[in-house]
């Protein structure tokens, strides 16, 4: 029987090395991984030209506003964002207006997003204000929690340890990972009072206020209540050799934590914040180059589990405020994510296998996000497509994203996404989103992951 479509001219990475072969996808679905001799017939043939096909690329960490915070970004932009950087699956971020933290809060922001999204979308919740409220929104859809510790996001106390012990047993139950962001918050808001009383509002007084050693407090803090409750703690853009070391600890130690490092954590440094001001302001901030020289072995180690954007756009007033204390911390990611990583394969910091589990079958397994994240039969017809050999310069004012700023702006880098295939159809083509209608789909969890 002939299929839909045929990739051909293909190069895949397997666990051999590199193979010349074909992909045959019916509906939405990958039917069979072949040399072309061996592929059904089919009403479309796709030449990928030799490039390499790779597993749909999954953002576990992404920022895509929208509601009262579209003029930021909106399930439109920031999804063709994603198309257009090769990413063909994100998880949604909680910190939105309205906050998303109920299962009215994250049905809303469902029905909003399905009828717009060129990518397919996981959302995650922050903690309700009633425990009974965590199974309800894991069965309305969630993929998971995100805990702030560095603000109050969300109806749990962050400052009770009573407290969050309870949350964690509930999301246990409820079979939920807990995604953090561990910063510290009584010892960050100290300091930055004590420097704004002396007038400091500088790029030094922020690194100041947010230093490394309120990143390790509330790492090793969230790392002990995981583990009293058992749960599935997933720490997000760890950026200081202290915090890894305490995670590196509790994996060595069979504890069920996971982590996550960012691109601009890993390739840019405090002395880069100096050199482009607040543009480069992210929570928790570059570090020096010992923290990013260490976080990088641990990757090449296997230690770290995805490599994730934190895709956080703000409108350019937001960034250029007079005051660091200011200014909204973040940095765009999603079209610059796979090229720098891709620079980074060509450099041989990182192997094609490792890019791999990093930013598509890992993030898979930590969110329960089912037949995606691999190029396998049966799986979804999820295909980055990537030329390895394109060298060119990051643009910003040609992205996606609302956001049209980035620290990356005028990088060269060598390896590009060419083609995104979502669902079994072609979104984005030479960088063009080509798709006539939206193809993404709303992801909800399915099974519990396993840290491995």
């Given at each position: ?33 072949a ?9 479309v ?36 964002a ?7 699956t ?86 939920a990972?807990?995604a ?77 934590v ?108 930590i ?69 006539k ?16």
């Amino acid at each position: 029987m002939p299929v839909d479509t045929i990739l051909h001219n293909a190069k895949i990475s397997t666990s051999k090395g590199l193979i010349e072969a074909g992909i045959a996808i019916d509906n939405d679905r990958i039917v069979k991984i072949a040399k072309e001799t061996n592929l059904p017939s089919a009403s479309v043939h796709v030449d990928l030209k030799g490039n390499l096909a790779l597993p749909g690329l999954i953002d576990s960490h992404v920022h895509l506003r929208d509601q009262q915070l579209a003029y930021r970004e909106d399930f439109v932009s920031g999804t063709s964002a994603a198309a257009a950087g090769g990413v063909t699956t994100v998880v949604d971020m909680p910190n939105n207006r309205p906050t998303t933290m109920s299962v009215q809060a994250l049905k809303e922001r469902m029905r909003l997003a399905e009828s717009c999204i060129f990518v397919n979308v996981a959302f995650t919740s922050a903690f309700p204000a009633g425990l009974h409220e965590i199974p309800r929104i894991m069965e309305a859809g969630a993929v998971g929690f995100k805990l702030y510790l560095l603000q109050q996001i969300g109806g749990a106390d962050i400052d009770s340890d009573d407290v969050l012990l309870d949350v964690f047993k509930a999301a246990r139950k409820a079979r939920a990972p807990i995604a953090v962001h561990a910063e510290d918050r009584l010892m960050i808001e100290q300091a930055q009072k004590k420097l704004a009383e002396l007038g400091r509002g500088d790029v030094e007084a922020f690194l100041q206020a947010h230093l490394p050693e309120a990143e390790e407090k509330a790492t090793n803090r969230a790392i002990g209540i995981s583990e009293i409750a058992e749960t599935h703690l997933h720490v997000c853009h760890v950026t200081s050799e202290t915090s890894l070391k305490a995670v590196v600890k509790a994996k060595r130690n069979g504890k069920n934590v996971t982590c996550e490092v960012t691109p601009h954590h890993l390739l840019l440094t405090s002395e880069h914040l100096r050199k482009y001001g607040k543009l480069a302001i992210a929570v928790p901030p570059l570090r020096k180059n010992s923290d990013v020289a260490y976080i990088w072995r641990q990757v090449q180690k296997g230690w770290v589990d995805t490599i994730a954007s934190d895709h956080a756009p703000h409108s350019l007033k937001e960034k250029e405020s007079e005051s660091i204390w200011d200014v909204k911390p973040g940095i765009v990611g999603l079209e610059t994510l796979l090229p720098l990583l891709l620079t980074q394969v060509n450099r041989q910091q990182l192997t094609v296998q490792q890019l791999i589990r990093l930013t598509c079958q890992r993030p898979a397994e930590i969110y329960g996000i089912k037949d995606r994240g691999s190029l396998s039969e049966g799986a979804f017809a999820d295909v980055t497509v990537v030329d390895f050999k394109k060298e060119w310069r990051i643009d910003a004012s040609r992205f996606c994203s609302k956001a049209k700023f980035s620290p990356f702006d005028g990088w060269g880098v060598k390896g590009a996404p060419v083609k995104t295939i979502v669902n079994g159809q072609l979104v984005m083509d030479e960088g063009v989103i080509v798709a006539k209608s939206c193809w993404g789909r709303i992801i909800e969890r399915e099974g519990a992951s396993q840290n491995e």
